[in-house]
């Protein structure tokens, strides 16, 4: 009950990607989260951008070929979530509206 109360709404990356055929089109079905992620990297220069704060080194967003050692952490994992839930808002927010800036909206739809 107080999961609920604090998190209303909960969002599952690989439901909107299985369910979205924009999505689909673009990066083709994953799954996994890691192949999801890596699909995603060539959108890594467009909005949304997503950037790693000074001091989190081991945490780097990084090409397909690269490997860190804190790939495996929960850490690490929450943000390869985060990453592939922003970039698909973005590409399905490019697809639906003209101007990024209305991505709260597409959120809104998603509730």
């Given at each position: 009950?107080?999961?609920?109360?604090?998190?209303?709404?909960?969002?599952?990356?690989?439901?909107?990607?299985?369910?979205?055929?924009?999505?689909?089109?673009?990066?083709?079905?994953?799954?996994d989260?890691?192949?999801?992620?890596?699909?995603?990297?060539?959108?890594?220069?467009?909005?949304?951008?997503?950037?790693?704060?000074?001091?989190?080194?081991?945490?780097?967003?990084?090409?397909?070929?690269?490997?860190?050692?804190?790939?495996?952490?929960?850490?690490?994992?929450?943000?390869?979530?985060g990453?592939?839930?922003?970039?698909?808002?973005?590409?399905l927010?490019?697809n639906?509206?003209?101007?990024?800036?209305?991505?709260?909206?597409?959120i809104?739809?998603?509730?």
């Amino acid at each position: 009950m107080m999961f609920k109360k604090n998190f209303p709404v909960l969002y599952d990356t690989k439901y909107m990607q299985a369910n979205s055929n924009i999505l689909t089109g673009e990066v083709g079905f994953q799954m996994d989260l890691t192949s999801y992620y890596k699909s995603l990297l060539k959108y890594h220069h467009q909005e949304p951008k997503i950037d790693i704060a000074p001091g989190f080194d081991d945490y780097k967003l990084l090409s397909v070929e690269e490997e860190s050692f804190a790939s495996h952490e929960a850490g690490y994992d929450a943000l390869i979530t985060g990453y592939v839930f922003f970039k698909s808002l973005g590409i399905l927010s490019r697809n639906y509206f003209s101007d990024f800036l209305t991505h709260n909206r597409l959120i809104q739809l998603l509730i």
